[in-house]
């Protein structure tokens, strides 16, 4: 593919739809032809509009408030950006372009452990995001629709969307698959091996791995150098893993296919033979299985070989096989068969797990512990939108009870809240200046009532997740 690199740069709204033309003649070239190997990509890193588009990216995600080792944000980027765009590009256009190390920043994780996180300059991000607009069409060409984190379109809910419907229809074993520091181990070689199926460009493949390679600047000082795995938080890193675990998800889906339709995965069940099926959400996966324990314990270790040439192991302890009466808890849900009240049937329900539940009533707690010389309408601003966040995510379940109890807790916490604000005043006036109908209130702003959010049941998409890059694209750039 050829493109004018001497075109003036465009705006915004320009540069998405050039993208986005470039992208899905990307994916439909992929998508024709599995086989294809891609040998002119690295002029598109550097085109203006892929350039504008991630810049504007990077500058509107949450991480634009954090600054790499140069010590500059995103967000204090304000007049500045044309020239750091056109000194990219002519960085890139002559392959001096060198990325920097990654900042460490070790976040507190359940259980006292850590969780390293690696921050990228300004400038890195920028080219790691245009990277990423270029690769990820063509990857996501071969991705398997047991694929659900961090892909477009995608979400936790349809993954857990497909677990229950299996779990609903027999396969009723659960493998917890949990891969020890699956960021920091992933093997650079088994990597590079899987991106060179698709990318023939080596200037693409040599950038990826100056990327691989930058290094990481620890808290106390020290400089590393990265032998394995893909700095988790960089903007690239998701597609890089998801490259990596999809070695997981083609060696299940073919076993899948094998299986054939739901009538010879019948007759294979009636042999005393197992079914399975994977469910992957970026490097949390399970493996729903109608069998026996006998049949999950073995596809554990398949699993476990699967992995080992990306340099990935299972972990011994948190990798768990359970029944599905026993229930488990996956990406914050707790999923369970239980007997439905009033009834001897059994249903498969999926609700706010335990931990889900604990993490949000935390947060709750420490907005409204001290901090009485704001107003309450200060208050509400800050509890509001972390309730209707928590509330909207676990809607599509069983979650009624759940929210009926985080709206009462809520309820509680601020009241003690205004109680402590005013000390010396009565219930009664409390009641007439802050309370109508019982419910917090300050001027415009009401406390979000969690358990006024409609449950339902999410619907069950399977493969019919459409893809973010239509066929044909119609119109002309503004």
Avoid at 23 to 41: I, N, S, V, Y
Avoid at 260 to 289: E, I, N
């Amino acid at each position: 593919m050829t493109v004018n690199t001497d075109t003036p740069w465009p705006d915004a709204d320009e540069a998405w739809w050039r993208v986005l033309k470039i992208q899905t003649k990307l994916h439909r070239w992929a998508t024709d032809d599995p086989g294809r190997r891609f040998d002119d990509l690295y002029n598109l890193v550097y085109d203006p509009a892929f350039l504008v588009h991630a810049w504007e990216r990077v500058r509107g995600n949450r991480g634009a408030r954090s600054a790499g080792v140069d010590g500059v944000k995103p967000r204090s980027i304000v007049f500045g950006a044309e020239a750091l765009l056109a000194g990219l590009r002519d960085e890139l256009k002559a392959r001096t372009f060198q990325p920097l190390p990654v900042r460490e920043h070790m976040i507190p994780k359940a259980g006292g452990k850590l969780r390293r996180l690696g921050i990228a300059t300004a400038r890195d991000r920028v080219v790691q995001a245009s990277l990423k607009l270029v690769l990820e069409p063509i990857f996501e060409a071969d991705f398997k629709p047991v694929s659900y984190g961090f892909r477009p379109g995608r979400r936790a809910h349809d993954a857990i969307a497909e677990i229950h419907h299996y779990a609903s229809r027999s396969y009723e074993w659960v493998v917890e698959g949990d891969i020890t520091a699956c960021f920091d181990e992933i093997s650079h070689v088994g990597l590079q091996d899987r991106l060179r199926r698709r990318i023939g460009d080596k200037r693409v493949m040599g950038l990826v791995k100056a990327f691989l390679k930058a290094g990481i600047l620890s808290e106390d000082g020290v400089m590393r150098d990265t032998i394995t795995g893909t700095p988790q938080g960089g903007i690239l890193s998701p597609l890089l893993s998801n490259v990596a675990l999809s070695v997981l998800d083609e060696h299940f889906v073919k076993a899948w296919q094998e299986m054939g339709d739901y009538h010879k995965r019948a007759r294979r069940r009636a042999k005393g033979l197992a079914t399975y099926r994977l469910v992957r959400y970026a490097d949390d996966w399970v493996l729903l299985v109608s069998g026996t324990r006998e049949h999950a314990e073995s596809l554990r270790e398949e699993a476990a070989a699967v992995l080992a040439p990306m340099g990935m192991r299972l972990s011994e302890e948190k990798t768990k096989i359970v029944h599905i009466d026993e229930g488990f808890d996956f990406l914050g849900w707790r999923i369970q068969r239980q007997r439905k009240r009033g009834t001897e049937k059994r249903f498969v329900y999926t609700y706010p797990s335990a931990k889900a539940l604990a993490s949000v009533k935390a947060k709750v707690r420490t907005l409204t512990q001290g901090g009485t010389n704001q107003r309450l309408d200060a208050l509400l601003d800050r509890l509001n939108p972390v309730l209707r966040g928590w509330a909207n995510f676990f809607k599509y379940g069983s979650s009624a009870r759940t929210l009926s109890y985080l709206r009462a807790f809520t309820w509680r916490r601020v009241i003690c809240w205004l109680r402590h604000k005013h000390p010396h005043g009565s219930w009664k006036e409390l009641r007439r200046r802050y309370l109508q109908g019982w419910w917090p209130v300050q001027g415009k702003v009401r406390l979000f009532d969690p358990a006024s959010v409609a449950v339902t049941r999410y619907r069950f998409r399977g493969e019919r997740i459409p893809s973010p890059w239509p066929v044909e694209t119609t119109g002309s750039a503004a």
